[in-house]
């Protein structure tokens, strides 16, 4: 069984050799430990090993390891999950940033919660219904909105292409979100996971979200 300790060397070597192919400075791509699934044990592990950046789906989950991981000075807490607006208080408490932010609404009772908080887009660039975020054609009255919410700070876009096994696959959507985010002068593009981490570097993100890669397969409740 491959350990938390073996496997974090290899993605830092994915993320460096990608970027070195897109002559890009690997420090400017933030790894983000996507540990959903996993007790609050791996994120003081990952912790440990110098991770400071960790994504959780879910509000009621991460609400439970929250305690376990106070202490960990300096560790950011990002929401990369769909919120209900009606947990958006508990994830302004629990979360320093929520990427998944799809609706005026919800920018609006997340600004209420009275405290700063950092917040991505997230972007549905894929016709499926199912998929939460917000079309690009929603973008320019979704920046107003949160423009004016002054606790909340945009940081950019993010986005989850559908599923395929080819990471090629995902390509046309990172580079859709990295023209989105020109065009409206937004900075961070959260976009690549386990299997498409390169593809997504060299086509600008600036935040890769990894679970699988460095903790292992999920099990499935
Ligand atoms: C689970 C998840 C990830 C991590 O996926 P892996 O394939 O395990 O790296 C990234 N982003 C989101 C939004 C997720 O839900």
């Not at 932010?101 to 700063?116: F, M, Q």
């Not at 950019?156 to 559908?162: E, Q, Y």
């Not at 990295?178 to 593009?189: A, N, Q, S, T, V």
Request: with cysteine; hydrophobic share 40%; aromatic share 6%.
């Amino acid at each position: 069984m491959e350990t938390l300790s073996e496997r974090l060397p290899a993605v830092r070597e994915r993320i460096a050799r990608a970027a070195g192919r897109a002559r890009r400075d690997p420090s400017e791509i933030t790894l983000l430990a996507v540990t959903k699934m996993f007790p609050a044990e791996a994120i003081c592990e990952a912790y440990a090993l110098g991770l400071r950046e960790f994504g959780e789906n879910y509000v009621r989950e991460f609400e439970g390891k929250a305690p376990a991981t106070r202490d960990l000075a300096g560790a950011r807490f990002h929401l990369i999950g769909h919120l209900q607006s009606n947990k958006s208080k508990k994830a302004a408490d629990l979360f320093q940033v929520v990427q998944t932010v799809d609706s005026a609404r919800l920018a609006r009772r997340l600004n209420e919660a009275g405290t700063p908080l950092d917040i991505m887009l997230e972007v549905k660039l894929a016709e499926e219904d199912a998929k939460s975020g917000a079309g690009p054609a929603d973008l320019p009255g979704l920046i107003d909105a949160v423009a004016g919410c002054g606790n909340l700070r945009l940081l950019g876009l993010m986005t989850m292409p559908p599923w395929a096994d080819d990471p090629e696959a995902s390509r046309p959507y990172f580079r859709r979100l990295r023209e989105l985010g020109e065009r409206f002068g937004l900075k961070h593009l959260s976009m690549g996971m386990s299997h498409d981490l390169e593809v997504a570097i060299e086509e600008g993100a600036t935040c890769v979200r990894v679970g699988t890669a460095l903790f292992g397969e999920r099990v499935k409740a």
